[in-house]
């Protein structure tokens, strides 16, 4: 919203703001519950954007552990989450 050349957030954009906000810090809650190296995981897919089978080739392991890890890590994160 624009009032005399000065921006204003509309109501709609400051509730979904805080709701974002509110989601982001239940997500960082909940992924206390995961490991360390389940973090790492979530850190690597999520936040770095890389590929799972360039993560299986460093790990060492197939394409498909990975992804059955991150299975796993979704279920938790679900039950913590709902």
Do not use: N
């Not at 392991?61 to 059955?68: E, G, Y």
């Amino acid at each position: 919203m624009d009032y005399e050349g000065e921006l204003f957030s509309s109501a709609e954009d400051t509730e979904r703001a805080v709701e974002h906000r509110e989601d982001v810090a239940r997500l960082y809650s909940a992924m206390e519950i995961l490991s360390p190296s389940q973090r790492e995981l979530v850190k690597k897919v999520y936040f770095e954007e890389r590929k799972i089978t360039d993560i299986a080739r460093e790990e060492g392991v197939d394409k498909s552990a990975v992804s059955h890890r991150l299975e796993r890590i979704h279920k938790k994160l679900k039950k913590v989450l709902d």
